[in-house]
């Protein structure tokens, strides 16, 4: 983007969905087109319920989330310009107490913001003994598709308990934890640790609602939804893409917009299955590999 004639400066303040956005239009990904979208996805969500928004950019799933339906947001952004303007945005709409920013990878966060929830267990807002997210936004429509391999034993032993190799990501949300008075951070999370509690996490998740991951992408194929869905099973080690539609209830490819003559962006909503959630990452990443050997 260029300024032709006039002062150069691209810092723009928006309203959208009942909140304010400032950023530089120069420096952040925004696009008033995806007003619509926004508000679909956020519709969906519950008062008071725990989203993942793993591409948050400057806020446009977060913020009214969070300010409209008194949802607890984790929202993360890889470009630190866009961090910073998400962490502008949620004091301008003063949703700080429901708001959690990061700026890491987005596969490094799914992984890390799945654990630090369920560890953070119990949520003083329900009686349930564990908390999972109750939805997931992936808006990176070129690439986000395969981004759900970080799904792939999300909730597995090893990624649950083992201590992750960059302590950065850890400390910081234990740091921001202190800021959301509605979850304190617990005392003893040594206790989550034991192989008796892994089990009693197991049972809870028989009788649990997995979270509805809403992931937009895009495609040129006449045949869209197969396309995407044969993708993002793919991504998800599934042998058999139906499975994706299994649960037909919460299952659906929207269509959201045209952005070129022959390529649309869709948004495929699914529930993450808990054979997924619970697969062993390094047998699959071994299969994956020992097949690509093979071919
Ligand atoms: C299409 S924009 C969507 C932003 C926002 N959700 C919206 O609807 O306006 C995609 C965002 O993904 C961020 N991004 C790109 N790669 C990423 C990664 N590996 N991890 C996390 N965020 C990433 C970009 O910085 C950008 O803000």
Redo the contacts with the bound molecule.
Sequence with gaps: MEVLAGENNLVATVRESNCIFKFDFSK????SR?QNE?DRIVNTFKKGQFICD????VG??SIPAAKNKQCIVYA????PM?YSALVENIKLNKVGKLVIPFNI??RR?VKSSFRNLVLKAPNPRSDSKYQLFDHVVM???ATALEFLDSFVGVFHKSSLFSVPSEQSSDSESNKLHHNLKTIPSTTNQSTFLSEENYQDFIDFLKTSNMPLIHVHCFSKSEDATSDIINRAAHSLCLTDPTEILDLKESSSVTWVRKVAPNKDMYCLTFRLLKSVALMDPLNTQLSQHLNIIIL
């Design positions: 952040v990904y925004w696009n995806l926004h793993v591409m948050a950019g446009p799933f993360n952004d890889l470009n866009s990878d987005g966060f808006n990176l429509p």
